[in-house]
């Protein structure tokens, strides 16, 4: 038994690598990655009424990931041969093909390396036998640095696409020296980064606005929206 948390993982980390069991046969992590973007996603069980609705709606989305360069893997606290057969109910009830690997974390070891459980000790048994809440969510990008966190309750089923925005946003942001503005999505205006000058601006963005000194927005020339 691990008693002793690893240090939280924090954005700019880099993602801990490990070896492991997946229903598309062992991995390890950082290979997996390789040169691509990962959105890896836990649950603390199998056969859990929100996890089935959230791996249902992940495996049909994920032509729209690949479109991006983005690997899906999920991760249960589950042995793989239990995988296999929740697979089969979630696809039924969703009408998907779940073809990405899914993790099987029965020890809960990658869950306690990635900190995704709660305030309980590491083993994390609760009177019900469920660990909680392993319910997170981490963007990964190709150089295996930790981009985004997200941790839901149990209660709360994830949004797809709002994961898929945050990929959306990641990507144009590295691509362009821009940020993102609240809600937005792809073909929105976007903010020119503080570190470029009005001068600079002007030359990337000839469209741009000042708003504000601090708040100064623009469309993004066409042939750079990097998700169209
Ligand atoms: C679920 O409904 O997916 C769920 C239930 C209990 C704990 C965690 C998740």
């Known amino acids: 038994m691990v008693d002793k948390r690893p240090e939280p993982l924090r954005l700019g980390s ?35 009424p929100v996890c089935t609705t959230e791996l249902g709606a992940f495996a049909k989305l994920e032509p729209e990931f690949t479109r991006r360069g983005v690997k899906l893997i999920g991760l249960s606290a589950n042995t793989i041969d239990s995988h296999g057969q929740w697979i089969k109910d979630i696809d039924e009830i969703s009408g998907s093909n779940l073809q990405f690997p899914i993790i099987g974390d029965k020890q809960r070891q990658v869950a306690l390396a ?14 019900k036998g469920i660990a909680f809440t392993i319910r997170s969510v981490f963007v990964i990008d190709p150089k295996k640095t930790i981009r985004t966190i997200l941790s839901y309750p149990a209660s709360t089923g994830r949004n797809t696409a709002e994961v ?17 503005p609240i809600n937005w999505v792809p073909g929105d205006d976007v903010i020119v980064h503080p570190s470029v000058n009005n001068d600079l601006a002007k030359d990337l963005f000839p469209d741009f606005k000042i708003i504000k000194p601090y708040l100064r927005v623009t469309p993004l020339p066409k042939e750079k929206t990097s998700a169209a």
Do not use: C
């Open 14 to 48: 880099i993602a801990p690598n490990f070896d492991a069991e997946t229903t598309k046969g062992p991995i390890n992590f950082h290979d997996f990655i390789g040169n691509n973007w990962v959105v890896l996603f836990s649950h603390p069980e199998d056969f859990t």
């Open 114 to 127: 990635y900190d995704m459980l709660d305030h309980q000790d590491a083993t994390n048994v609760d009177s």
């Open 164 to 180: 898929l925005r945050i990929v959306d946003s990641l990507q144009t942001g590295d691509k362009h020296r821009v940020t993102t």
